[in-house]
């Protein structure tokens, strides 16, 4: 018998070792094993057991041990795990350790065992008065954590230990819980009456369940149109069924209230694994959920690789959100992983989103996917109105508009709050006018330029096509060319002098980079210490402020006009969700975006709500460009320190592609130029890059796979592919 074992060194092979007779028995795919490596012992995953022996000739070496009988990962999970590898042309170990809290394996993090103090029954004639009114207590408060009833109880180990040696208590190491919701879990709540909206996605969602029809569900639910009691109600079925959840979150909505609301429902079965868990926090969530105890987890996109048994659904909240994607290896994207996860295990999966990705929009257009939609707010407030103002027609470089201003005046006057939107996707990337909003395009490809600062020029990362910086404007003639924006400190410095008297919260990267302070910060505005918060995309997602009236987007077109062939999706979506934060609740709302091209069309569909009228326009201009979801796109980036073999290889490996999509014309791979990125030197290092699309993913990773193999890059060269990637610059 041979085990094939995945060892963690991102060698991209498994590796055979004989299965000693005494441990036959005993293993199992999806262990830890002890093996020898080398000059060492090395851990590594055991991924398949086969009959037979050794097929290179030579004597295979025998496993050591087995780290731990339980498996880490099910059969399921690996065969998911294998498949992410092959589609993201990334390492196998890679995606396994992707896959597992690095946590898990350390053994410091290891169950913590503290000294519990159990009251047993006996005699309490010969303890003194004070021992005596302690043995009460212990036994009032049904026994405790040493530490613990020696702090509540005023008293000290050596007094409870006296107990313990009249045999009144028993004193034994246990087992302790670090549980990361501790003192949350609170008022219990109880489901909703569901409207008929939502009782129709949960019918539909039980159909996938059940495999009748696609089994993933196309949420498309407007902001506070009450998804989240969806997906309680449909978790909660999975539960009398004796199956487990999974629900995915993007991290920066992983929010206190986020995961008290599935707590309150679920109470203990709810396990959270979030990045700002600690190590041992982390392993006990893990173990509760492998050992079957918590059957659901909310938590950000790893949380797809959870090891949940007999897994009945899989919710992937604001699936179009880009935080699914990782931008390490391994690239995967979580929405993805999970419908992938959904067909191995027979689970329903629901991408929820007000402004889905138009590659599930597309998904669902075309019969994979089932669908429904949730037009109408489900709780109190409607959907807000929305203004669109025309920054061409204000005077001089002003950030703020005089009816945006007005606005705000308003609100201080009622007491009411108001949010600020700064949009800063794009910035420094795309070179714009700033008296006419002019911006530099790729007249080919139709996509903004981005600007390098070395060799101060514009280039196309799609064609490979540049220019020199222009030194006016080609529509107004302006020398106001710009490649940078405001940014938000100095905004809110602008926002002071025109509000001396109101107090803002700024919220940005900067602003954030404690642990703690993104809740501080969302917590003070809840409370009403200020009338206005000043931030950006941070603020777009997820929160749900009952005395917010006005939302003001300071400068819509921003991020609509970065190098990005999903700029207009990323700026409706921007929007919608923006617009989502006004008037939640019985105060109705309003927001103010402000446009340098009112007449845009992402942005006047983006204000009217519509976003089917957008998705068809958006879709059209896909096809025709032939960009995703009509292709699959992946970016080959290749880094360096040393300039001349980044550029040379990235030559070098262009042509290479594309004499091989020459030579298999019928996989319809198209191959840019090579092109130094935007951040051509970051930190020291030279980046390069390749832009491969194809109708087929595995037609780009097959081409990646060949090229990394038959040349392979020098030891001063890093290369890795980027499968559906969503940063191009
Ligand atoms: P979404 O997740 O779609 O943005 P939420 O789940 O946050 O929406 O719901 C918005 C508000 O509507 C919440 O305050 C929620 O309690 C309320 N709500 C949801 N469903 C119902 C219902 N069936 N009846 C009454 N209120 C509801
Ligand atoms: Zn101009
Ligand atoms: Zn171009």
Not at 241 to 246: E, H, K, L, Q, V
Not at 336 to 346: K, M, P, T, Y
Not at 378 to 407: D, K, Q, T, W, Y
Not at 616 to 629: N, V
Request: aromatic share 6%; hydrophobic share 45%.
């Amino acid at each position: 018998m041979i085990a094939r074992v995945a060892i963690d060194l991102a060698l991209d092979r498994l590796f055979d070792y004989e299965v000693p007779g005494a441990l036959k028995e005993k293993l199992a795919v999806g262990q830890l094993l002890s093996v020898p490596f080398g000059h060492r012992e090395a851990r590594g995953f055991v991924l398949e057991v086969a009959e037979g022996g050794s097929s290179c000739g030579r004597p295979l070496k025998p496993v050591s041990s087995i780290a731990d009988e339980t498996p880490f990962f099910s059969p399921a999970l690996l065969t998911l795990v294998r498949r992410i590898a092959a589609y993201t042309a990334a390492p196998l170990e890679s995606v396994l350790r992707a896959a597992l809290p690095a946590a898990v394996l350390k053994r410091n993090a290891r169950a913590r065992e503290l000294l519990f103090v159990d009251p047993a029954r006996g005699g309490v004639e010969s303890l003194t008065k004070r021992q005596r009114w302690l043995y009460e207590q212990i036994v009032r408060l049904d026994g405790g954590w040493m530490m613990q009833l020696c702090a509540e109880l005023k008293t000290t180990p050596g007094s409870i230990r006296t107990l313990a040696a009249k045999g009144l208590v028993n004193i034994a190491p246990r087992a302790k819980r670090r549980d990361p919701l501790a003192g949350r879990r609170v008022l219990p709540s109880k489901p909703l009456a569901l409207n008929p909206e939502q009782a129709s996605a949960l019918e539909a969602i039980g159909r996938c369940a059940a495999g009748e029809g696609p089994s993933t569900l196309l949420l498309h639910g407007v902001t506070g149109s009450g998804k989240t009691e969806v997906y309680l109600q449909a978790i909660a079925a999975q539960l009398e069924r004796g199956r487990g959840a999974i629900v995915l979150v993007p991290e920066i909505a992983l929010t206190p209230q986020t995961v008290q609301r599935f707590a309150s429902r679920f109470g203990d079965m709810v396990a959270v694994l979030h990045s700002a868990l600690s190590d041992g926090e982390r392993y006990d969530e893990w173990h509760r959920i492998r050992r079957g105890e918590a059957r659901v987890v909310v938590g950000p996109r790893s949380a797809v690789f959870a090891p949940v048994a007999r897994l009945g659904l899989i919710v992937v909240d604001e699936e179009h959100e880009p935080s699914y994607k990782q931008e390490d290896n391994p690239r995967y994207n979580a929405r993805d992983a999970a419908v992938l996860r959904g067909v191995i295990e027979g689970a329903a999966v629901v991408l929820g989103s007000a402004t889905p990705s138009l590659e599930s929009w597309l998904n669902a257009k075309r019969g994979r996917y089932a669908c429904a939609a949730m037009a109408k707010r489900a709780g109190a407030g409607s959907m807000p109105l929305v203004r669109v103002v025309n920054m061409s027609l204000e005077p001089g470089a002003s950030i703020f508009s005089e009816e945006l201003l007005e606005a705000v005046r308003t609100r201080l006057d009622r007491g009411e709050q108001t949010i600020l939107f700064l949009n800063r996707r794009g910035w420094s990337r795309s070179m714009n006018c700033e008296k006419c909003g002019h911006v530099m395009t790729c007249p080919s490809c139709d996509l903004a330029y981005t600007y390098h600062r070395v060799g101060d020029c514009l280039r196309c990362h799609i064609c490979g096509g540049w220019i020199p910086t222009p030194g006016r404007c080609p529509a107004c003639g302006s020398g106001d060319m710009t490649f940078r924006g405001v940014g938000t400190q100095r905004v809110e410095t602008a926002l002071a002098k025109c509000f001396p008297r109101a107090s803002i919260l700024r919220m940005d990267a900067d602003s954030t980079s404690r642990r703690h302070s993104h809740d501080d910060i969302l917590a003070a505005f809840r409370r009403g210490d200020a009338q206005i918060l000043l931030g950006t995309q941070m603020i777009a997602k997820g929160l749900d402020f009952p005395n917010v009236t006005l939302v003001g987007v300071l400068n819509a077109d921003s991020s609509l006009n970065m190098p990005d062939f999903r700029a207009g999706e990323r700026t409706f979506q921007l929007l919608a969700q923006v617009a989502g934060r006004a008037g939640r609740a019985e105060l109705p709302g309003e927001v103010v975006v402000q446009s340098f091209d009112p007449s845009a069309p992402v942005i006047a569909a983006a204000a009217r709500g519509d976003y089917e009228g957008f998705a068809a326009r958006e879709l059209k201009d896909r096809a025709e460009g032939f960009f995703p979801p009509y292709c699959h796109l992946a970016v080959a980036g290749l880094r360096s320190q040393d300039m001349k073999t980044v550029s040379l290889w990235s030559d070098m490996y262009a042509q290479s592609l594309a004499a091989f999509a020459r030579r298999n014309v019928r996989l319809g791979l198209r191959v840019s130029e090579a092109v130094p990125s935007a951040l051509e030197k970051a930190d020291g290092w030279h980046r390069w890059q390749i832009v491969l699309r194809a109708p087929a993913a595995s037609s780009i990773a097959a081409a990646w796979r060949w090229l990394v193999s038959c040349r392979p890059p020098p030891k001063n060269l890093r290369v890795a592919i980027d499968m559906d990637a969503h940063n191009l610059v």
